[in-house]
């Protein structure tokens, strides 16, 4: 049984940017019990558009008889910042105000989401994460976690993710918040403003997510006599709308930011390589064949330069949505890290 809480922090919390916000709320899950030891800790990080209700969007995963077992495994998964499902961000409302915050919310980065999971680990009682997992924007959070608190994380699982946002990702991030901009009801104070925006965000989101070969398999239209009303642009009106929803564009613009800001040797000294020789616990990065967004070679950047990493490629059709679908392959893989770790697991 899981349910999601929430946790008040009732003091000011500082943001990178130098902002301050007068409070937070975050929403969490947690699945199974903590252990006597206190020992048998997996938090698992989300990405972009994805909530605390890990089981929901990580399927296969997480459940009895699954790598993520609440029989035997207490699994926490926290909402982050600047997110709509349960954290303080721009539809909360500001004290300070009385009113939603809207644009006015504070520029985000990973670093001050990792600073939110850390008040809540305090909460929650935790002294060791045992397995700190996470994909694609989960796997930046992770790897930060890692370099704020090295004593409290023993070992790390991140898949499709890097040590820096690329020039790449930034580019269509901001793509994707040029489309939002477009959108004239982008900047009203009204939870809805920006919609028509957002569902052009995903769907220009959507073609870095998956990737041609997919695409043309998927969403070919079997009748060549058609001029018009495309299976593909179907498709992409579909996903589109699906995302406005259950998302806010408020929040989709601040978390592209907050992702094009990613960078682990910011503050750091400045150079990518020495930041990434400081994480000793052991990793397993896991890279997918087909993925256009966060590439193999993103991945193989990064086990080059962590000292105790392995890492692991999947074939997948799937681009970067493979780390959601592919959870078979995902699984083996973890299963025989585990079994060939001389320290164990759990």
């Known amino acids: 049984m899981s349910m999601q809480q929430s946790y008040h922090y009732d003091h000011p919390f500082l943001l990178e940017c130098g902002a301050e916000l007068p409070e937070l709320h975050i929403g969490y899950t947690t699945y199974g019990q903590l252990n006597e030891a206190g020992d048998n800790v997996i938090w698992i990080c989300h990405a972009l558009t994805a909530s ?35 954290s303080t961000g721009p539809l909360s409302i500001d004290k300070t105000t009385g009113k939603p915050y809207y644009s006015n919310f504070p520029l985000l980065s990973i ?17 060791n994460i045992s397995l700190l997992a996470g994909g694609s924007m989960g796997g930046y959070q992770a790897l930060e976690w890692a370099l704020l608190e090295p004593e409290r994380i023993d070992r790390l699982f991140v ?5 820096a946002e690329s020039a790449w990702g930034i580019a269509v991030h901001t793509t994707q918040r040029i489309a939002i901009e477009a959108d004239p009801s982008f900047g009203e104070d009204d939870p809805g403003a920006g919609a028509k925006g957002l569902k052009a965000a995903r769907a220009i ?11 043309v398999q998927q969403q070919t239209d079997p009748d060549t006599e058609k001029t018009d009303h495309f299976k593909a642009s179907a498709y992409m009106h579909y996903q589109g709308d699906k995302l406005v929803r259950r998302f806010n564009a ?6 592209s930011k907050a992702m ?21 616990q052991p990793v397993l990065l896991i ?39 592919e959870s078979a392959q995902i699984s ?15």
């Open 52 to 86: 605390d209700d890990a089981a929901g969007w990580w399927e296969g995963m997480i459940g009895e008889g699954c790598a993520f077992d609440p029989r035997y495994h207490y699994i926490v998964c926290a909402n982050i910042l600047g997110s709509c499902y349960g």
């Open 111 to 127: 670093r001050d989401m990792v600073q939110a999971h850390v008040l809540l680990r305090q909460h929650l009682g935790i002294g």
């Open 159 to 163: 898949l499709a993710t890097s040590a």
């Open 205 to 215: 989101g959507m073609l870095t997510y998956r990737n041609y070969e997919l695409m």
């Open 250 to 255: 408020y929040s989709y613009y601040l978390l």
């Open 260 to 280: 094009d800001s990613h960078n682990l040797s910011r503050g750091r000294g400045g150079s990518i390589p020495p930041v990434l020789a400081t994480i000793k």
């Open 287 to 325: 890279g997918i064949s087909s993925d256009i967004l966060c590439p193999p070679e993103e991945q193989r950047q990064l086990a080059a330069h962590l000292p105790h990493c392995r890492y692991e490629e999947i074939t997948s059709p799937y681009g970067h949505d493979g780390f959601l679908v």
């Open 332 to 346: 083996l893989l973890l299963q025989q890290w585990w079994s060939t770790r001389k320290d164990g697991l759990l």
